[in-house]
């Protein structure tokens, strides 16, 4: 595969030769998951009470994965000089191997927290965020929705801060959480808070998740006291703020979904090469053949499509800026991808028939992800409403 | 200090040269209107043969052609130079000959064909003289191009040609077509190919136009009976003609590349346009549609960019131009039924040149690209087998002499 074109083996994240910076950390980042949760690992820790080895994240922290988005002067950094590029090339290694954590949402916390956290935040919190010993992660949807800002989380001022009570959905990894980033309505304003997971008043639901790789759960809060210095942001910052992490996150989930769809689909090709029918490998028919090429073009506009997004959302993290035009392409990069994955699922699994419907073979732990990877921060359908928002309608 | 006479002191001065001929001789571009492809008339096209023939006398046509040919014996940069000063001026448009005469034809007869041949044409061409067009498909030939039937048979010094060829853009106006002949028939398909340069005014040539769904001329069939051609009017070698067909590909590649691919960043102007004249901008699932519109439009130039970036660095197998291909194909129709949809009724009953009748004309326009060089199928088989590398189809014409094929696939 690819032998006449060595160019389309090129990371979705960035179409070209990696620096010298980026391959080392590529490379690293390939033996980290291979020597600590390859599938067969990942598998039994899915089916086991932790959904990931104790010291996982603790691991990747030393290899940069919770402070792409922090800045230097934070104790944050990156390689290259956008961390949203080393994130999303992360996230993509990551989804090859449908690695367990928190990645994203933490990811999003720790550029939230960088950008508008208060003085604790950042000499507490953050260090601990970047040197993987402090969970935070990014608990957004309110009930029946998997978004924000609908009001799920209700505050109302008091003397020294405010109560917070209410409930978020579809929360990632909140057993493991230290802390949760959430959007409440304070006194009619949207504002965003860090909350203490263990504050008096914070219960987390376990649920079950499609993604068996991942832990889901439902936040409830009743009458929980934060201070000022939870606060992140104020309501003047909070609108853009929250549609800044919606962009990050949708970067990186859509990074993510294509590393797993490259792989799958790489599966499928050998398969299609392997797997003997009527005399000869059915990968010679051409109603198999028409399928991959068909496969072949959507991950290639998927791959095409997560490189606009990081690049023109990069720009905007390097300006400090949310700008529309940016926005507009993360939003056309997770509708495109969330729907493109869905086909390319479909048809790899069509090319594997019986075997692409066991619990042994691997194809549904990439069908699980790129689900709830399309589902959470943003349908495809809510991307394209906020296109069409974002471009003046 | 007096500067030396460096290449950008050189380019400039020309480029300053070709200001002041073009702001003299040339008429700015807003002052007329060019007309749709496929409706030139026989007038509009003699004008331009003037106009080519005024710039060729100047010394402004073939700028990068040797000067034996006829041409100016400058570089690419100085053609760069003078293309640039022209835009936003009226140079010489022939519709779709412009492209397959000097975007195709003259690089093809540069690389490929012999001395006397391009001593005897590429003045001509650039005189406004000669315009080209192809002569590849035929009735019983499309995808299958080498499968070509029209056969040319030696006959003293001359080659006699007869057979019928299809989709040809422009033949109507053309002087001479590249044309593929068989001339051998008891070879292997491809090794009996021979191009020749075929004079589409001569005895025996008859261009009949055919109108597309969309109710334009732009193709026509040619029937060519007992059309005498010189022997010195071969194109590469007799016999040679699948390497010929190769070198053409590749120059009629890139004069199909368009400009610099950018991000659209405005929302689907003309989905917009169509919602807002129906009032629907408020409906959500037009807002769907036009939004589906613009991620297509989005990805698809997202794809423009990191493909051709991708072929540029690896200076690539080429292959990688049917991903391109199949993005057109299967999105053109995609994108025209959307704009159908957000239309409506705008698309099914219009005034001349509304927003609905650009809509129903790009509605039927929209399945071009799925058929036209190069069919949806064809491109995939191009990705499975070349890219991905999936085993090749079983090849049952193999080895065999042509003749034995035809005979043989009679009997499947």
């Not at chain 1, 033996?31 to 599938?39: A, G, H, K, N």
């Not at chain 1, 950008?115 to 601990?128: F, N, Y």
């Not at chain 1, 990074?255 to 799958?264: D, I, Q, S, W």
């Not at chain 1, 506009?301 to 997004?309: G, N, P, R, Y």
Request: aromatic share 6%.
């Amino acid at each position: 595969m690819y032998e006449n074109d060595p160019g389309l083996r090129a990371p979705a994240v960035i179409g070209g030769e990696l620096s010298a910076e980026l391959a080392l950390l590529r490379d690293s980042t390939v033996d980290f998951i291979d020597e600590v949760c390859p599938l067969p690992r990942l598998r039994e820790y899915a089916a086991g009470p932790t959904p990931m080895p104790p010291d996982y994240l603790r691991r990747a922290a030393e290899l940069g994965w919770f402070s792409m988005l922090v800045p230097d002067e934070y104790g944050g950094g990156c390689v290259s000089d956008d961390g949203l590029v080393d994130a999303a090339l992360l996230a993509e290694l990551r989804g090859a191997q449908v690695q367990p954590g928190p990645f994203v949402p933490m990811n999003v916390v720790a550029h939230a927290l960088g950008r508008r956290g208060s003085d604790r935040h950042i000499a507490e919190v953050l260090p601990a965020i970047v040197a993987g010993q402090h969970v935070a992660v990014w608990a957004l949807s309110d009930p029946e929705s998997t978004l924000a800002g609908r009001g799920g989380v209700i505050g109302n001022a008091v003397d020294d801060g405010c109560r917070l009570t209410g409930t978020k959905a579809v929360v990632q990894d909140p057993q493991a959480a230290d802390s949760f980033l959430l959007d409440a309505v304070v006194d009619g304003q949207l504002r965003q808070v860090l909350l203490d997971a263990h504050a008096n008043g914070v219960v987390v639901r376990p649920l079950e998740s499609l993604d068996i790789s991942l832990r889901m759960g439902r936040l409830e809060i009743d009458g929980v006291h934060v201070a000022e210095d939870d606060f992140v942001g104020t309501a003047a910052t909070t609108p853009a703020d929250l549609s800044t992490q919606i962009d990050v996150a949708a970067v990186l989930c859509v990074a993510e979904t294509v590393g797993g769809m490259n792989r799958l689909f790489e599966m499928t090709v050998q398969y299609a090469k392997d797997r003997i029918a009527f005399g000869r490998p059915i990968g010679s028919f051409q109603a198999v053949k028409h399928q991959l090429a068909d496969l072949s073009l959507l991950l290639e506009m998927s791959k095409a499509s997560v490189e606009a997004a990081v690049n023109a959302v990069a720009a905007d993290l390097r300006e400090a800026r949310t700008s529309g035009t940016a926005s507009m392409i993360a939003s056309t990069a997770k509708a495109f991808v969330g729907d493109a994955a869905n086909q390319i699922s479909q048809g790899c699994f069509q090319v594997f028939g019986g075997i692409g419907f066991t619990w042994e073979h691997d194809l549904h732990l990439y069908l699980r992800r790129a689900s709830v990877n399309e589902a959470l921060y943003g349908t495809p359908t809510w991307h394209r409403e906020r296109i069409v928002r974002l471009g003046g309608q | 200090m007096t500067a030396m006479a460096t290449p950008q002191a050189d380019l400039d001065r020309y480029r300053a040269r070709a200001r002041e001929w073009i702001t003299a001789h040339l008429e700015p571009a807003a002052a007329k209107v060019t007309p749709g492809r496929g409706a030139e008339t026989a007038e509009h096209i003699s004008a331009q043969r003037e106009l080519q023939r005024s710039l060729y006398e100047a010394g402004w046509a073939g700028i990068d052609v040797p000067a034996e040919y006829g041409g100016q014996g400058l570089t690419p940069e100085h053609a760069a130079a003078f293309a640039d000063e022209a835009r936003g001026y009226l140079l010489p448009d022939f519709g779709i000959l412009s492209l397959v005469t000097f975007g195709i034809a003259l690089p093809t007869i540069l690389a490929a064909c012999s001395e006397s041949f391009k001593l005897r044409h590429v003045p001509r061409i650039l005189a406004g003289q000669e315009l080209w067009c192809q002569l590849l498909s035929e009735p019983g030939a499309g995808s299958d191009l080498a499968g070509i039937h029209t056969k040319a048979t030696p006959h003293g010094d001359t080659w006699i040609v007869n057979g019928t060829k299809v989709w040809s853009s422009g033949a109507s106006f053309a002087d001479f077509g590249l044309c593929i002949t068989r001339t051998d028939w008891d070879v292997p398909k491809h090794d009996g190919l021979t191009w020749i340069a075929l004079p589409l005014k001569a005895d025996g040539s008859t261009v009949r136009p055919i109108r597309e769904i969309n109710g334009g001329w732009e193709f026509c069939e040619v029937f060519l009976d007992d059309v005498v051609v010189d022997v010195d009017e071969v194109m590469g070698g007799v016999n040679e003609g699948w390497a010929f067909t190769h070198t053409m590909l590749v120059f009629e590649r890139g004069a199909l590349r368009g400009g610099r691919t950018e991000l659209p960043t405005v929302l689907a102007p003309d989905l917009v346009e169509l919602a807002a004249q129906r009032n629907r901008l408020g409906d959500s699932h037009v807002r769907q549609l036009i939004a589906t519109g613009h991620v297509y439009d989005v990805v698809r130039a997202a794809l423009v960019i990191r493909l051709e970036a991708v072929m540029r660095a690896a200076a690539g197998s080429g292959n990688l131009a049917s991903y391109l291909k199949l993005a057109k194909g299967i999105y053109d129709p995609l994108r025209a039924r959307i704009a159908m949809e957000v239309a409506g009724g705008l698309a099914v009953a219009f005034e001349p040149d509304s927003a609905g009748a650009v809509t129903s004309t790009n509605f039927l326009n929209g399945r071009v690209q799925s058929i036209a060089g190069g069919s949806n199928e064809m491109q995939r088989n191009g990705i499975a087998e070349k890219i991905l590398g999936l085993p090749r189809e079983t090849n049952v014409e193999k080895g065999k002499p042509f003749r034995q094929v035809l005979a043989d696939a009679r009997k499947w």
